[in-house]
């Protein structure tokens, strides 16, 4: 890929998550889905493996007697140790991502890995994958808005209003989409495997899955290793915390003298374009269920756009040559992103509802509106949320499920200092609830962090197997940024 992904939603998009669009009483699956039992999984580069694929049943929501039973999948990757320690549950970001496509990714070393250790377990979770009984529903013809923050919020919060009433209606709980109800899943599915504890390896939203594994059935895990961490009450990201990055971004560009020179000030140029073109969006072509359409891209649309390409050092390197070339009026520059754009207004079900029910703290919404205000991205990095905020009251958690708790199993937190999703500020006020700890840093790595250096998968081995791992700082090469 040449760009990133553009919010949230659309990060997990890129992990395989297709969005709906299709008839309602069809399901997702058009063809029969595979069976249970053995196959060679494909992964990266060519390379493939025994595995096996299993299925369990859950309730669709526990709390409701009616709901119906809902059957998830996972892959298998046996160990090849002689007296395995427990499975290793892989648990995927997103939410939304489908965990068999990010072990088929460059990822997939690790999984293979990790097999000295244990059997691998690739969970994919409720909604996602061959988990997914979210039925599709009909191709919209509702004129697009303009892709203003107000234009797309209250888009956003009237579609999927009438998702939840549809999906509701053809006999879905959506309400058991959830982070504790996906958390009792990964507890039924150790008691499937037969295994008296499971360790938990995460990223992103998985890392947040994790802590409610940890908070609900902490006496069945046995360690954890975690990267890029969300907390239970970071679904949205604090706008300040994004800015603290960019300023530091815009220290690196003094590296290069013809940078600088073009860019004194990058979060300058930033606001700068993002309040042009929300006050006058852009018309650009695109196509949109394979029908070409115009969209007004606005300057929401762009901090959307930016909030996708700060993730990764390889996507954030764009930025100079993106923000003056949108400065020029030099709007083409943003034709490789026009699919990517088309997408926002789709609504999966599971990501949206799973984010809507975790939610946000009173206090910390006030503080997140608050820092909005002046920030570079606004209200933009954790789209749709907290746009959703009210959509479907029911849905929260509550303050019972944010609140943060100790933890004494020992873990083993990575982070990039460059990872622009879950700034390492963030991370470090949830790292500070794990009481038996190793952190590894990587110096300008960003939220794709496992794969970034060669050494993060020794130091996971290590790790799981039981062996002692120190707090350890790794460094990678600066970013080297464009400006053509």
Do not use: C
């Not at 994919?124 to 994958?129: D, L, N, P």
């Not at 006050?279 to 115009?294: D, F, H, I, Q, S």
């Amino acid at each position: 890929m040449t760009h990133a992904p553009l919010n949230r939603r659309n990060l997990l998009a890129a992990a395989g998550l297709a969005l709906p669009g299709l008839a309602l009483a069809q399901s997702l699956a058009q063809t029969p889905p595979p069976q249970a039992g053995p196959f060679r999984f494909k992964g990266w580069k060519g390379q493939d493996t025994d595995a096996e694929r299993g299925f369990f049943e859950v309730p669709e929501d526990r709390r409701d007697p009616k709901s119906r039973k809902i059957r998830l999948s996972y892959v298998r990757f046996a160990s090849t140790a002689a007296k395995p320690g427990p499975p290793i549950v892989y648990l995927s970001g997103g939410p939304g991502g489908v965990a068999t496509r990010a072990a088929a990714g460059p990822r997939f070393p690790i999984f293979m890995a990790l097999r000295e250790v244990a059997d691998v377990i690739v969970f994919e979770q409720r909604g996602t994958g061959l988990s997914n009984h979210i039925p599709e529903r009909p191709l919209s013809n509702r004129p697009l808005p303009d892709f203003t923050q107000a234009g797309l919020t209250a888009y956003f919060r009237e579609d999927f209003k009438s998702a939840w009433a549809d999906w509701t209606k053809a006999g879905v709980a959506m309400s058991g989409y959830n982070t504790e109800q996906n958390a009792d899943d990964i507890d039924d599915l150790r008691r499937h495997l037969g295994a008296e504890q499971v360790s938990l390896w995460g990223i992103s939203y998985g890392t947040h899955l994790a802590l409610t594994m940890l908070k609900r059935h902490g006496a069945r895990v046995s360690r954890v290793a975690l990267a890029s961490l969300e907390g239970l009450d970071q679904t949205v990201k604090r706008p300040a915390a994004v800015d603290a990055l960019l300023r530091h971004v815009d220290g690196l560009l003094a590296a290069d003298p013809a940078v600088r020179a073009a860019i004194p000030d990058l979060p300058a140029l930033m606001r700068r374009v993002h309040a042009k073109m929300e006050a006058a969006p852009v018309k650009m072509p695109a196509t949109l269920n394979g029908a070409p359409v115009e969209l007004k891209i606005g300057g929401f649309a762009i901090q959307l756009m930016t909030g996708g390409l700060i993730a990764n050092p390889q996507t954030l390197v764009m930025l100079p040559s993106l923000y003056l070339a949108l400065d020029a009026g030099r709007y083409e520059v943003l034709a490789p992103f026009m699919g990517e754009f088309a997408n926002i207004p789709g609504i999966a079900g599971m990501p949206e509802a799973t984010d809507l029910a975790s939610g946000i703290s009173p206090a910390r919404l006030a503080l997140v509106r608050r820092e909005a205000k002046t920030a570079v991205l606004g209200e933009a990095l954790n789209f749709p949320m907290p746009q959703l905020l009210g959509v479907v009251p029911e849905a929260d958690l509550g303050e019972a499920f944010r609140a943060s708790f100790r933890i004494d199993h020992p873990a083993l937190l990575i982070a990039g200092t460059l990872d622009g999703r879950t700034p390492v500020s963030e991370q470090d006020e949830v790292a500070a609830q794990f009481t038996r700890k190793a952190r590894v840093t990587v110096e300008n790595a960003g939220h794709n962090v496992f794969e970034a250096h060669p050494d993060v998968q020794g130091l996971l081995v290590r790790f799981f197997r039981g062996e002692a791992v120190a707090d350890t700082r790794l460094s990678l090469p600066p970013p080297k940024f464009q400006l053509g």
